[in-house]
């Protein structure tokens, strides 16, 4: 238990060890919740409080130096703690060195967490919801301008975010290209794509897979045509995965070997850290990009046939003239330009992947 409850929870007087909801505050951890899913970034929640005088949590629990007005970050870690779904998650960071009393964040992986240990605020439908679109919604760059495909579109040379760069006199019309497609190393190929022309393209697209989708005879039948294909896409993307194990383990010997040239004094702390950085992000990224196949092989082994959320969503998506941002979340992995403006579009579901590859 730390020293302070969660905001939204209050520590039991009974209990030792438990927490119980705060009714005074959870109806805002639920708002905020609600906001996000709807399409509300961190700052715009945080001004809509505000304006509503709610006090934020430092200014509720009357700290010491406390900040009278909500922060972005505030809201983006309420948005990610696991503690309003009813779980306890601990050592998320370690020590860099006995001699330093900075510390550094674990992978998720090694997290030691207990779930149900107390009553929840958020449903976890809505929590792991509101995770997928703020892992999508990362962005390289920020911008004052909102689009309907922000956080989906990436590079397809560099697995980077594009960005959506709006020019003109009024800087109405928005150009979507790769940050590495500038500057003096231009290590990505110019996409510099009308990006009211991109939106269109994609959305008809999309409808498109989704009339081919509603029709199940047409679905079972390219699902045929296409299931013994995938025998080879499996071996290769194994074949991927083998080989990001084995960079991994050359990463984590590395990791080792500095840990202990530091801790006998062959590098300096500083060294130490600058090192142990760049190794340990590589390392993460290479775990992210092995779930990341793990998922597509899971996918193609067991196509998503019988997964009724996906009709729920194409459902509404058809009735819309043109759909939300959340629900296009639920509905699209990521949208890839490659050159010549080639589009990539990965949808969340096997059985449109399987539509999209066929047309």
Not at 234 to 244: A, S, T
Request: with cysteine; charged share 35%; net charge positive.
């Amino acid at each position: 238990m730390g020293s302070v409850a969660p905001y939204g929870y209050k520590k039991s007087e009974t209990v030792k060890n438990k927490l119980e909801i705060d009714k005074t505050t959870a109806y805002v951890v639920e708002e905020i919740f609600n906001l996000y899913s709807i399409g509300y970034g961190f700052q715009k929640i945080s001004t809509y409080l505000d304006k509503k005088k709610i006090p934020p949590p430092s200014k509720y629990l009357n700290q010491k130096n406390y900040i009278s007005a909500w922060n972005p970050k505030s809201i983006r870690a309420i948005l990610i703690n696991e503690a309003y779904i009813g779980n306890t998650v601990q050592n998320k960071c370690i020590s860099i060195s006995y001699k330093i009393k900075k510390r550094k964040p674990k992978n998720e992986s090694e997290y030691i967490r207990v779930e149900n240990t107390h009553e929840a605020i958020i449903s976890k439908k809505v929590f792991y919801q509101v995770q997928d679109i703020i892992k999508k919604k990362r962005t390289t760059s920020s911008t004052r301008h909102d689009f309907l495909f922000k956080g989906l579109i990436f590079c397809h040379n560099c697995g980077r975010k594009s960005r959506v760069c709006f020019r003109g006199i009024k800087k109405k019309t928005g150009y979507i290209d790769c940050s590495l497609a500038r500057g003096k190393e231009k290590k990505c190929p110019p996409q510099n794509y009308n990006y009211d022309k991109f939106e269109d393209r994609v959305l008809n697209v999309i409808r498109e897979v989704c009339k081919i989708y509603a029709d199940k005879k047409t679905l079972k039948a390219i699902y045929e045509n296409y299931k013994n294909n995938y025998v080879c896409v499996i071996k290769k993307e194994e074949k991927n995965m083998k080989e990001i194990d084995s960079r991994v383990e050359v990463l984590t010997k590395k990791i080792d070997k500095i840990y202990f040239d530091n801790l006998n004094g062959v590098i300096t702390d500083l060294d130490y850290i600058r090192y142990s950085k760049g190794l340990a992000e590589e390392k993460e990224e290479l775990l992210k990009r092995k779930m990341d196949i793990q998922k597509k092989i899971n996918s193609i082994k067991t196509p998503d046939v019988k997964n009724d959320n996906a009709d729920k969503i194409i459902e509404e998506f058809m009735l819309l003239k043109k759909p939300t941002r959340k629900l296009l979340y639920e509905l699209i992995e990521k949208i890839e330009i490659a050159e010549n403006k080639t589009i990539y579009i990965y949808f969340s579901f096997s059985e449109l992947n399987l539509i999209n590859e066929r047309l």
